[in-house]
């Protein structure tokens, strides 16, 4: 199975300031058919998962362009440019590319300092 | 728009069944692979198990292999968890999600959860 290591797991930020979360898997995400996909996940405080990237840089509709993914083979970040109190929650990455199974990483818990 | 509505958990002792159910609309269910996904208290996602638009070849999470079957009736829009021999590490919120269809990128819509507490 790929194991998905995420850092750091807790990531306290200042409003208006960046934050990275760093997901490195323990193979390569490189799909035999060309594609990369590691997905990431926002779940705010009591609410179910949301998707916000998928294919490693690709923003689901109706997510703020603050949120930015990037990387490629087995290192990758997801980056908030300017948090807002709403970025508040735990974050995942997924990968879809060696599967079963589907495996996520440990999550990062972000909050405001 | 999409939405998934999951229901069926519970209280239940160790060792019994339980099953699941997650009503899909605003989609074209019969055309996508759907996912089981749970979360115990406090911790991360875990993936439990997964089948195609049509009742073939499913994967399940080792963990839940052979305990759990997970199922569809197409023509209800609905998606099931069969969970049997229920542990106390099985505690959990269970998520249905939506599975890929063409090129579509699966996991982009998820329901609210359905908790299923084991425990005697």
């Known amino acids: 199975d790929v194991v998905m290591t995420q850092s750091p797991l807790s990531l306290p930020v200042t409003l208006g300031q960046a934050a990275s979360i760093s997901c490195r898997s323990s193979q390569s995400l490189v799909h035999s058919d060309g594609n990369t996909y590691l997905n990431w996940f926002q779940q705010r405080p009591g609410q179910s998962p949301r998707r916000l990237i998928y294919?490693?840089?690709n923003r689901d509709s109706g997510v703020p362009d603050r949120f930015s993914g990037s990387g490629s083979g087995t290192d990758f970040t997801l980056k908030i440019s300017r948090v807002e109190a709403e970025d508040v929650g735990v974050y995942y990455c997924m990968q879809g590319t060696h599967w079963p199974p589907w495996t996520f990483g440990q999550g990062t818990k972000v909050e405001i300092k | 728009q999409v939405q998934l509505v999951e229901s069926g958990g519970g209280v239940v002792q160790p060792g019994t069944s339980l099953r699941l159910s997650c009503a899909a609309s605003?989609?074209?269910?019969?055309?996508?692979?759907m996912h089981w996904i749970r979360q115990a208290p406090g911790k991360g996602l875990e993936w439990v198990a997964f089948m195609w638009n049509a009742e073939s070849n499913n994967h399940y999470a080792e963990s839940v292999k052979g305990r759990f079957t997970i199922s569809r009736d197409n023509s209800k829009n609905t998606l099931f968890l069969q969970m049997n021999s229920l542990r106390a590490e099985d505690t959990a919120v269970y998520y249905c999600?939506?599975?890929?269809?063409?090129?579509?990128?699966?996991?982009?819509?998820w329901g609210q959860g359905t908790l299923v507490t084991v425990s005697s």
């Open positions: 294919k490693v840089s």
């Open positions: 605003g989609f074209t269910f019969s055309s996508y692979g």
């Open positions: 999600a939506r599975g890929s269809s063409g090129g579509s990128v699966p996991f982009d819509y």
